[in-house]
């Protein structure tokens, strides 16, 4: 909406008496980030000094926040998916369980990825119902999954490289 305000002032040259009371508003929206309005108030937010995306222009960052302010506070995000700071910056200390526990399945989904699928079928004691030699056509594995008893993966390669293991 800003953008359609100043667009008609700047570029068509529509002048109007609110765009006085409004060049308040567009300072805030140029110079700040997110804002709160209240009648006898405004909160202003600084813009992050650190806000990282993925190809895709989502909020990611495998080894950090994908954003953080000046004062510390940090969000952390996998390929657009918010997940907890930790998952991120002690990703050592994770276990598949602590992942497989979380209530949100996109979360969950990303919190594998994280881990690592590899990772997630060992800690959960996959056993291997088939193999082939090529990893692009895969290994048949069957875990256990917490609550929800045994799953069948294949675990495959796709040719950029990346592991990833789908339910079958």
Known sequence: YDCYLTAARDVLGLRLPAHE???HWEQAAIHGGFRVMHPEFCIVSDFPDV?????????HSEDGPSHRWRDGWCLYHWHGVRVPDHWIADRADLSAAEVLRHEN???RRAGCEILGWARIIESLGGRVIAADADPQIG???EVNLPDNGPARFLRVQCGTGREFALCV
Not at 51 to 57: E, F, G, M, S, T
């Open 139 to 141: 290994t048949l594995i």
């Open 51 to 59: 806000l990282r995306v993925d190809a895709q222009n989502r909020p």
């Open 105 to 107: 399945t996109e979360v």
């Open 21 to 23: 009371a409004y060049r």
